[in-house]
């Protein structure tokens, strides 16, 4: 196919690749200091921070401190996260809130105080929500009439970033498709922060959006940045189970209002496999319900809120009632089918604690980050206050980074683009659908060695079917969601122990030898310069402690 690339028609200092809570506030900070393009594939309110339902964690009620918000956090993360991380996220994270209340954020209140609720592993009630059920909604909406009224953020929407532009190893632009005339162009800038979020769509179950496809975090791998901890994936426990319905989140928060969980016999489980029964952690719960429905060969649980009374369901999760009854289902009369879903990625591309990557130039906030805040484990709800606390620190250190820098010309990368030839990808959805099925069926919930073996085997061959350029967004995403995914299998092929959302079915004891080690990942050499174990399959996996 002929090359359509073409001249970028626009410029700016920063670019902002990404538009959930961590892109929109990292551009709301580097708007201060030039001119910011936001890039986003499809449109902004297709974010999976848009979708986040149960709210956002912070330590601001009477009874909470940033202290215990940062145990709470480290123990979830069964000490692999970085310690260092946890702390900004907790200390900064109230300040971060109240700047957006100013802004005009409305968290819902009872009685003229906050509503502070509760949610798995967290040992005080913290978490904000919005309208019941819409937190993420009502952050991503202010901080978009936010954006909108600054005249330095440009939004480009509709525009797929295909890969980034590192010369003389700055990361120093982007190769962006116009989703809309199918045009290629390349767009320079000082500094380029990434803010993609996760790859949910890896597996044939997510509660994430369709775009989830983990692009910023295969295009950091080909830029040379280093992925950590891919092998940790939060599974959600509770999303809806119908086959004709994609699997829409359940909020934890359902749980910390007391719904229970029921196998296909109507019994309650949950006190069986854990004290803290429905409200366990998440790897707990869907380890759970997984044996459950062994047990009992079903094909999902029920959960449970009719007890709680229809009024009450209907003023705290209103999104959640009229989404379910669409599908003909009152929740507060009838039980809710739920199995476990694909829900969040707690590795990806590797930042310092200022959202640095290893590629000078290249910053990255958000879930498409692996800051060390989650560690093997995220605790609920605090992905939003990680999206605004580690967005504005990208941010500022990508503002120093511009004051060195120009914007540099790229015109041999262009015509070198325009002169580029594309590849096809005979039957694009067909390997989308198989990918999906095997990562869940062979990296999922729980995972072995064989199966992992067997994974990797067959992502090797996928990997060799989309090694070439292409045209299309569609044939772009899949190869993206290859390369994640091989990421994944591979990590979590290394790991040969059970800690946090990693379960393997063939080494479940949580500590052998070396399990406090992170896995590292990169396509070239291992930037760090520190020991390399294994070349596997086209990828380096660096086995050392995390770099810095
Ligand atoms: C939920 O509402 O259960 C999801 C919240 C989260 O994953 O942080």
């Not at 934890?252 to 029921?262: D, I, K, S, V």
């Amino acid at each position: 196919m002929a090359s359509r690339r073409s001249r970028a028609p626009v410029e700016a200092d920063f670019l902002v690749i990404g538009s959930g809570v961590a892109g929109l506030r990292a551009a709301l900070e580097l708007s201060r200091s030039g001119r910011v393009m936001v890039l986003t594939k499809g449109h902004p309110l297709q974010s999976s921070s848009i979708h986040a339902q149960g709210g956002v964690a912070v330590a601001m009620s009477e009874e909470d401190d940033v202290a215990i918000h940062l145990t709470d956090t480290l123990k979830a993360g069964h000490g692999l996260c970085r310690k260092e991380a946890v702390r900004v996220l907790v200390e900064e994270g109230p300040a971060r809130i109240q700047e957006l209340i100013g802004w005009g954020a409305k968290f819902d209140k009872v009685g003229g105080k906050f509503a502070f609720a509760r949610e798995a592993a967290h040992s005080r009630s913290r978490i904000l929500r919005a309208r019941g059920d819409a937190t993420g909604n009502e952050m991503v909406r202010v901080l978009i009439a936010e954006v909108n009224r600054q005249k330095q953020i440009q939004r480009l929407d509709h525009h797929f970033t295909v890969d980034l532009v590192v010369d003389a190893g700055r990361c120093c632009g982007a190769v962006v498709l116009d989703e809309g005339s199918g045009r290629q162009f390349v767009l320079p800038a000082r500094a380029i922060v990434l803010t993609t979020g996760g790859a949910g769509q890896i597996y044939a179950r997510t509660t994430n959006p369709a775009n989830a496809t983990g692009d910023g975090m295969a295009m950091a791998l080909r830029a040379g940045a280093v992925l950590q901890d891919m092998e940790f994936v939060q599974f959600h426990p509770t999303a809806l189970y119908l086959p004709s319905s994609p699997p829409f989140l359940l909020s934890e928060a359902m749980r910390g209002e007391g719904a229970q969980l029921r196998n296909n016999k109507g019994a309650l489980f949950m006190q069986r496999y854990h004290p803290m029964g429905a409200l366990a952690p998440r790897d707990i719960v869907s380890r759970a319900i997984l044996a459950e429905m062994a047990a009992t060969k079903a094909r999902h649980v029920y959960l449970d809120v009719t007890h709680l009374g229809a009024e009450f369901v209907k003023r705290r999760f209103p999104t959640i009632y009229a989404t379910c009854l669409r599908y003909d289902i009152d929740i507060t009369e009838e039980w809710i089918p739920v199995s476990p879903s694909a829900h969040y990625m707690m590795g990806g591309v590797w930042t310092d604690l200022n959202g640095a990557t290893t590629v000078p130039g290249l910053f990255a906030a958000g879930e498409v980050a692996c800051s060390g805040v989650h560690g093997a484990n995220r605790l609920a709800s605090n992905s939003l206050l990680e999206g605004l606390v580690f967005g504005a620190r990208a941010a500022t250190v990508a503002v120093a980074f511009a004051g060195r820098h120009d914007i540099p010309q790229l015109s041999s990368q262009e015509a070198a683009i325009r002169a580029g030839q594309f590849g096809t990808l005979d039957d694009a959805e067909k390997l989308r659908s198989s990918l999906r099925r095997t990562m869940w069926g062979q990296v999922g919930v729980i995972r072995s060695g064989e199966s992992l073996i067997r994974a990797c085997a067959q992502l090797s061959r996928w990997a060799q079917l989309v090694a070439q350029p292409f045209a299309s967004r569609a044939a772009l995403e899949v190869k993206n969601m290859v390369q994640v995914a091989q990421c994944v299998a591979e990590a979590a092929l290394w790991r040969e122990n059970s800690v946090g959302a990693h379960y393997r079915s063939d080494c479940p004891e949580a500590k052998r030898a070396g399990w406090q080690q992170h896995s590292r990942l990169s396509s070239g050499e291992v930037v760090s310069g520190k020991t390399l174990q294994k070349k596997s399959r086209g990828l380096l996996l660096s086995l050392r402690g995390r770099i810095g």
